[in-house]
Nanobody, 127 residues
Framework: QVQLMESGGGSVQTGGSLRLTCTAS????????MAWFRQAPGKEREWVAR?????????YTDSVKGRFTISRDKTKWIVLYLQMSNLKSDDTAMYYC???????????????????WGQGTQVTVSS
């Protein structure tokens, strides 16, 4: 049974930084894909970044490029991070970790592409 658990959310001021952590258990797809999504109040859940487990490929939505970095702790199976810098009020949302069955990561940015989800961690950015 795959379980994903997020941590690291909190409240920061505009321009601040946070690092989110996703700890996965039961997920053994060595060529799989994990991602971060977020959902702001009244909005649909949107893809933020994804990481190809098999080859360290990283992909970002345009609004976070240059500010967010997705990475994986290679000493642990599997811990995924999202380092967020220069945070803006528009980044305020619940952030979710997700993982998908099957191989590959290219082009997978829809919620329906992912099979497993965490409970989320709240990020609030205020001025």
């Amino acid at each position: 049974q795959v379980q994903l658990m997020e941590s690291g959310g909190g409240s920061v001021q505009t321009g601040g930084s946070l690092r989110l952590t996703c700890t996965a258990s039961g997920y053994y797809a060595s060529n799989g894909c994990m991602a971060w999504f977020r959902q702001a109040p009244g909005k649909e859940r949107e893809w933020v970044a994804r990481f190809y487990i098999g080859g360290d490929g990283k992909y970002y939505t345009d609004s976070v490029k240059g500010r967010f970095t997705i990475s994986r702790d290679k000493t642990k199976w599997i811990v995924l991070y999202l380092q967020m810098s220069n945070l803006k009020s528009d980044d305020t949302a619940m952030y979710y970790c997700a993982a998908r069955d099957g191989d590959g990561c290219a082009g997978h940015s829809s919620t329906t592409d992912f099979d497993y989800w965490g409970q989320g961690t709240q990020v609030t950015v205020s001025s």
